[in-house]
């Protein structure tokens, strides 16, 4: 047992500094700062689903806001008309819109990349006219507001004993459910991808026709990640509309879709702490242009004016072209390259490291 | 009867807007086989240069050729720059480098120039003419005629001349044509650059009725979008005959099927049903994959 | 280990941060210093909406002319703005963020139904003001007796209509009505407010088309409008949307009586429709504020003092409707907060607002009055008829004010 740890690669114990930060955070931080953490974690969940279907099975979505909408709908509805519990309609909202998206993964099949983009994003477009159709189911315009959730009481007192200071308020118990969640989702999804589903996926993506002559159930496992990922979205849209405590059509714009994508491609596809890192340059980017920025003293006011009023629109259309021009695999395929041209230095000729697989390439 | 037909020949005049974009989006997409995300946003800007060239006290009709040159250099100084780095990358960098590109110029528009509406001239009155009872204005057919000229052009472009050819073997087959000696680089500048110009003509034609915004093109890009899908996104001829085709079918099913809210809903719908029913389109060909 | 590592974590981290903080508790409200004030909204200055986030730059302009000259009772407004985009979840965040970090006294101005709704709730557990709102939805003011935090400002939408409503029966019997709404909580205000205040005339209504804010343009609606026969429109629209319209439905080569509501009545928006082909006749509407494109205000002490003040705000359109708006609003906040004078309380202050207005606002049509009380939480009801005639609106007979319950 000891020999396993000692053996374990280096990548194993930074998940686990990484899992430590992330459950000590809301006795450190303050509570709205939890709650900015727990946003994180929601893009987290939504984009490991898109980083499923993009990254390892190769289908592009556009419109994977219009699946977090459906999950925050579902939530909100059996919450408000309904009154079930609101713990016990996140899975019933991933579990609705997982059906939706693997429904929706049939017709997908039809589609080459390129379509698939567009119809994709046709629908994001056209998801916030649909909400505001069906009135008396949707609330309308008027939208469904959710009362934000009492930690219960064991969860308090908890709380409270080890910070020795003030008792959990929701937005903090609120964290800790997205943070289970999204531990849940993250060990399913890495189980999913280490075993069969996602070798076949992978093969399915690196070359469709190949992967068919090999047996490979291409359309089923398509459909499969058109559904997984649609599952992921819906979760994630539930806990969205938990924590903002309001739905509305407005609040699934399309950018929040283009924020998803952005998010897995950014993050690193294919890899499996890409969505972590793309849920924190898509939530953070817009604060940081928009506010830090401003914020700081020392940059003549002419500049931050010019970014506060451009603002997020430009640094991130700018931001992208960058990153796509110079680092295409995202912030893991940067530090991928990185540490293995560092260990080729450090090593020397001749060595050829551990003899792990090269990172997947890009063929979408 | 009377609402009927001029529910048709009002489609018929949204149609010519949506043709006139979709005109550019073709053109790219047979310059190098993409859908180009920003094209709405590159027309709105060259609409606005225009504009601050008329209000500087330019003539409408020098501004107007000259915009069209200026959109022309964009269009290419755009490639050069930012798509030709990752012109062989996977079409998802592609699509997110021109998502990159469209919220790039829609902030800079809106940072430059401002959110309040303005008005554009035209050359067009807006006088109406009445078809049976159904009424259209000069300004609606200027912009179908527009279109049509357009399309026009590039038909004999790209059919009938040694460039328009040179270019479309650079997209269909960029390493046999590279083999040829074409310098299929600077072929894709050029499809971009003329798709630029195509797209700020639109902008110019169409401002005048959707009055100019920077959030102008957003409103129609998807029902252009539908329009090319509709007509087959490599053909010209299908893009205008796409762009009727959605504009009244998108006015009779709001008018009489499912209510005026859900517009673009009937276009999304279309969208969809083509790419699953018959990708290329009405006038496209089908694509042969090679294994 | 892997039990008590992320315990012993969290106690010594949690031991540093009740290190950091702890120290003296406030005595005042927070938000409040000896020298300033701090102010907070959440508003839409990019995205479909962008045009409305001029108002929050034209209120800033006011509150940098009060400080210039001194600010309130020796305290200077800070007044912080944060890009909503117009959606509910960035409003809910970016709100609480203001008020939870950046301890502002109380949120003003907000915009957007939407937004400010989902904020609403949050605000009012919280116990910090939700001053003057910038929309006209009635339930920001009819709501007050279960959102006791939360007031609005410009007259409600409801409102508006009904005085549509009069204005038809009176003028315009037996006219037939066709409705041209967006289909959001503002265009359905609105046609409620005019269904409401029809009464027993509500049949009148002939014809009703909503249109979406993703379409292409109105002209499918309006011919059916046309079609169904009617000789009265309105048009419940955002001001793109009504421009649009009017010159649609001049092209449409039919002439009917135009009712159109106050948020698109700028003159601006009037000469944006006329360049672009609207015929503009018999065009009624109603005004409560001066509009700064009008002539006859052009010696107006108020319409000076705004040119003066607007110079304070370098993106500001002097002509555009909106930024009046700002002004105004910023004005009846300043009244406010003198009034409380000393006692710089959330509490105070949003019972001073909710109840205690008797304010003459100098950018507001003479005889408007910014009033509330313990049972009136509408703050302006009064607003005058104003027929469209040769390049201007012309005030007709007096102000109606017109209370919605």
Known sequence: ?364 | MLDFLQQVVSGIASGGIFASLALALVLIYNAMGLVNFAQGEMAMFATFIAYTLIERGMSYWIALPLTLLLAFAGGLIIQRVVIRPVERAPVLTLVIVTLGLATLINGLAGFVFGYVPKSFPSPFSVQTISIAGAVVSYRDLGVIAASAVVLLLIYLLLQRTTLGLTMRAAAHNPDASRLLGVRVSWMLAIGWGLASAVGALSGIMVAPILLLEPNMMQTIIIYAFAAAVLGGIESPLGAVIGGVIVGVTVNLAGAYLVGGDLQLAVAFLIIVAVLVVRPHGLLGRPAVRRV | MARTGPRLATLVVSLMALAACGGSEAQTDPGITSSSIKLGVTIAQSGAAAAYGTIANASNAYFKYINDQGGVNGRKIDYKILDDGYNPAKAVPLTKQLVEQDKVFAMFGGLGTQPQTAVRDYLNTSKVPQLFVATGATTFMADFNSHQYTIGWQPPYQGESRIYAKDVVANHAGAKIAVLYQNDDYGQDYLKGLTDGLGSNASMIVAKESYDTTAADTLSQLSKLKASGANTLFIFATPGFTIKSLVIVTKLAWEPTIYLNSVSNPQVYMGLAAKAGAALKNVTSVGYIKDPTDPQWASDDGMKLYQTVIKGCSTCNPLDGFNIYGVAVAYTMVDVLKQAGSNLTRANVISIASSGLNETNPFLLPGVKVTTGSSDHFPITQEQVITWSANGWHLQGSLIDEQVS
Not at chain 1, 225 to 248: E, Q
């Open chain 1, 1 to 364: 047992m000891l020999s396993r740890v000692r053996r374990a690669p280096p990548r194993y114990w930074l998940v686990l500094v990484v899992a430590v930060l992330l459950l000590g955070l809301p006795s450190a931080a303050t509570s709205f700062q939890s709650s900015q953490w727990t946003q994180v974690l929601i893009f987290t969940i939504a984009i490991m689903g898109l980083n499923v279907l993009v990254g390892y099975s190769g289908q592009i979505s556009l419109g994977h806001g219009a699946f977090m909408a459906l999950g925050a709908y579902t939530t909100a509805i059996l919450v408000s008309r309904y009154h079930v519990d609101y713990l016990l309609t996140i899975p019933i909202a991933g579990l609705v819109t997982g059906a939706v998206g693997f429904l929706l993964g049939i017709p997908a099949l039809r589609l080459s990349a390129l379509y698939l983009a567009l119809a994709t994003f046709a629908l994001a477009v056209v998801t916030p006219s649909l909400i505001k159709r069906p009135e008396k189911l949707t609330g309308g315009v008027q939208g469904i507001l959710l009362v934000p959730p009492e930690p219960p009481q064991f969860a308090k007192d908890a709380f409270a004993t080890v910070t020795n200071g003030p008792q959990m308020t929701s937005e903090q118990w609120l964290y800790y459910i997205s943070l289970g969640v999204g531990a849940v989702l993250f060990w399913l999804a890495w189980n999913v991808i280490r075993h069969r589903p996602g070798r076949a996926m992978r093969a399915v993506r690196d070359g469709e026709v190949a992967a068919a002559a090999s047996g490979i159930n291409v359309a089923g496992y398509k459909t499969l990640a058109f559904g997984m990922s649609a599952f992921y979205a819906g979760v994630a849209g539930a806990l969205y509309g938990l924590t903002t405590g309001f739905v509305s059509p407005d609040t699934f714009p399309v950018e929040l879709s283009f924020q998803l994508l952005v998010g897995a491609v950014i993050g690193g596809l294919a890899s499996t702490v890409g969505p972590l890192l793309g849920g924190i340059f898509v939530y953070w980017l817009p604060i940081i242009s928009s506010q830090t920025i401003s914020d700081q003293a020392w940059i003549p006011t002419q500049i931050s004016d010019v970014f506060v009023k451009a603002g997020p629109a430009v640094t991130y259309g700018a931001l992208l072209i960058l990153i796509m021009i110079f680092a295409p695999r995202g912030i893991v395929g940067l530090l991928t390259s990185a540490y293995a041209a560092l260990r080729k230095r450090l090593l020397g000729p001749g060595e050829r490291g551990s003899g792990q697989m090269p990172p997947d390439p890009q063929t979408v």
